[in-house]
């Protein structure tokens, strides 16, 4: 099971000091032990194509071993809930992509 993660700062969170930590808290999400494997990252610089959306700030593509373990993820992970209440205040947007 893979989840995807599209996140659109707020503008005043747009610069350099708050990506850095935004980056540091996506490293440390990462490290959660219901996760087999995680990457994340920013918009890559593809061609503009009407179907392409360049416009998130940072996306994270998370992959779960089981339902079970994503769900375990979802509800009572000490490093997904910190990353929530960390970051929360800072996005102007969030989309979620689950794929079976």
């Known amino acids: 099971m893979e989840h995807h993660v599209y996140f659109w700062l707020k503008s005043e969170r747009d610069e350099q000091e708050s990506r850095a930590r935004f980056e540091e808290g996506l490293r440390e999400l990462c490290e959660s032990p ?37 769900d375990r993820y979802q509800e009572g992970d000490e490093r997904h809930d910190a990353f929530i209440a960390r970051f929360k205040e800072w996005w102007e947007k969030v989309l979620v992509m689950d794929v079976a």
């Open 34 to 70: 219901n996760i087999a494997s995680s990457h994340w990252g920013v918009p890559a610089a593809t061609t503009e194509r009407p179907v392409t959306d360049h416009s998130f700030h940072y996306a994270i593509s998370l992959k779960f071993a089981s339902m079970e373990d994503h």
